[in-house]
């Protein structure tokens, strides 16, 4: 039955998870591009050795340009993203209304994103003449409104997700499109290998220029080092520099999940959650069981599964190769590209989830690994050589 489908969702409100599709394609295409532009030939930095004294400092001497489509692309998502929100509210408004608004009580509907609870009921009064009984000072939907506002989050309202969608998409419609530049997140040496994401430094939340030191030691010391960089995005009129994907994400999650359940129910989000996305490029008949058809899992979702499949993949080729006569460089990289982003992350997983459990568990996930590809290679099973 297709009232079973977001059976909280009225049909008034259908056109906002196809909004909410779009913003996920949006997305889907800045990571596109970001796997792209991470995983370029040449690499993201370019770097030299400059002798200063005793020591010598790896120093940054060239960075890839990053594609303007990238921050175009991230602009219209979060436009997109506030449309989901303003959209959702005009409709719920002229349904309690009871009839279409007139141009001035249309005007008046909106979506403020007020960092004190006096600027919020400044915005109230301010409208008051011209908003229709359904946002009026009292109101059930003003009540939902007032609930999403960021002066909720006691501890920098600021970073509340509705003051910086507000924040984005005032500046990309007005001013410009996202500011977007290299950052660096962390540096792990060979030596010092993290064994997991918790004990990682990172490193701070400014972009990286030509001519910034990453690194010194004392000269005849070299110490190999894995570079982790990224693109951030820069939180207009601050000096805040997020990864780009990372605040994407979160604004699209806080807009599907939190936001339109809300604005509609006026109540905590129901466990039926909107897809991130579904078919929108052709016409539905039915377009509840093309929801219905759609899926949970994320642009964002994706594209770190594929980043983080192609740095495993890398990774393991690296530590499998010299543990067996029977394998080869190529055929390793034929072996992991038959299997899916997914089942390369979870055996990386595996491994370091095997460092804390001591050498014996680790050795039987190597052991495991080399058998897979012996096998994908026609050799069948063999043993990994340790030392």
Do not use: C
Request: aromatic share 4%.
């Amino acid at each position: 039955m297709t009232g079973d489908i977001l059976p909280w969702l009225p049909d008034r409100h259908l056109g906002v998870v196809s909004t909410l599709a779009h913003a996920d394609e949006l997305i889907a295409q800045v990571g596109d591009l970001l796997f792209d532009y991470m995983t370029q030939p040449n690499g993201v930095i370019e770097l030299k050795e400059v002798v200063r004294g005793a020591y010598s400092e790896t120093t940054v001497v060239g960075l890839a340009p990053i594609a303007r489509k990238i921050p175009l692309l991230a602009a219209d998502a979060l436009v997109a993203l506030r449309a989901a929100i303003e959209h959702t509210l005009f409709a719920e408004a002229e349904f309690l209304s009871g009839t279409a608004l007139d141009e001035k009580a249309a005007r008046s509907i909106e979506m403020p994103a007020a960092l004190s609870y006096d600027k919020y009921a400044e915005w109230v009064r301010n409208r008051q003449r011209y908003a229709p009984a359904a946002m009026a000072k009292g109101s059930e939907l003003l009540r939902r409104v007032e609930g999403l506002q960021p002066f909720h989050r006691n501890i920098r309202p600021e970073l509340h997700p509705m003051a910086r969608l507000a924040l984005h998409t005032n500046h990309a419609k007005h001013r410009t499109p996202a500011v977007t530049a290299v950052r660096l997140v962390t540096i792990v040496r060979d030596d010092e290998i993290p064994l997991s994401r918790h004990n990682v430094r990172l490193e701070p939340e400014v972009p990286l220029r030509v001519g910034d030191v990453i690194a010194r030691t004392p000269l005849g010391q070299h110490v190999p080092v894995a570079l982790f960089p990224t693109v951030g995005a820069n939180r207009p009129g601050t000096d805040q520099w997020p990864i780009l994907m990372h605040e994407l994400a979160e604004l699209a999650s806080w807009v599907r999940e939190q936001a339109v359940p809300r604005l509609v129910t006026g109540e905590d989000p129901p466990p039926e959650r909107i897809p991130a996305r579904y078919e929108i490029t052709v016409a539905h008949a039915n377009e509840r069981e093309a929801i219905a058809r759609g899926s949970l899992i994320t642009a964002a979702e994706r594209t770190k599964v594929r980043l983080g499949a192609m740095s495993a993949r890398g990774s393991l080729i690296e530590l499998l190769l010299p543990l067996s006569a029977e394998l080869t460089r190529s055929g390793l990289e034929s072996w992991l590209e038959s299997v899916s982003d997914h089942e390369v992350v979870e055996w990386a997983s595996q491994l370091k989830e095997s460092l804390i459990e001591g050498p014996a568990g680790t050795q039987a996930v190597i052991d495991r690994l080399v058998d897979d590809a012996a096998r994908h290679l026609g050799s069948g099973p063999v043993s990994s050589e340790t030392a």
